[in-house]
Nanobody, 126 residues
Framework: DVQLQASGGGLVQAGGSLRLSCAASGFTFDDYSIGWFRQAPGKEREGVPCISSINGSAYYALSVKGRFAISSDNAKNTVYLQMNSLKPEDTAVYYC???????????????????WGQGTLVTVSS
């Protein structure tokens, strides 16, 4: 079974940090790129970053660029999302998802992703 297990969410004050993890199993990790999406109540799901499995290139939403960093540990089949300088508007359920490759023009489109994790809640208090 393909599984993407997202973890690391929680409650944090504005300005704080969290690190999310996405542990993958059931497929060849090196053949897929992993992205993070988030969905806040009443809002559409949006792409946050994606990291390419081919060359390690990363793409970020403008709203998080400079504050969030995505990284991959292929030996552990795990992708991390380090979130710094968190803002109340970062509050959302965060999902990791797998796609064949991240491209600059499509990485943020959710239907480009084949597999999805269950989500982890991040709450940033003001």
């Amino acid at each position: 079974d393909v599984q993407l297990q997202a973890s690391g969410g929680g409650l944090v004050q504005a300005g704080g940090s969290l690190r999310l993890s996405c542990a993958a199993s059931g497929f060849t990790f090196d053949d897929y790129s992993i992205g993070w999406f988030r969905q806040a109540p009443g809002k559409e799901r949006e792409g946050v970053p994606c990291i390419s499995s081919i060359n390690g290139s990363a793409y970020y939403a403008l709203s998080v660029k400079g504050r969030f960093a995505i990284s991959s540990d292929n030996a552990k089949n795990t992708v991390y999302l380090q979130m710094n300088s968190l803002k109340p508007e970062d509050t959302a359920v965060y999902y990791c998802a797998a796609t064949s490759e991240c491209f600059g023009s499509t990485w943020y489109i959710d239907y480009e992703y084949d597999y999805w994790g269950q989500g982890t809640l991040v709450t940033v208090s003001s």
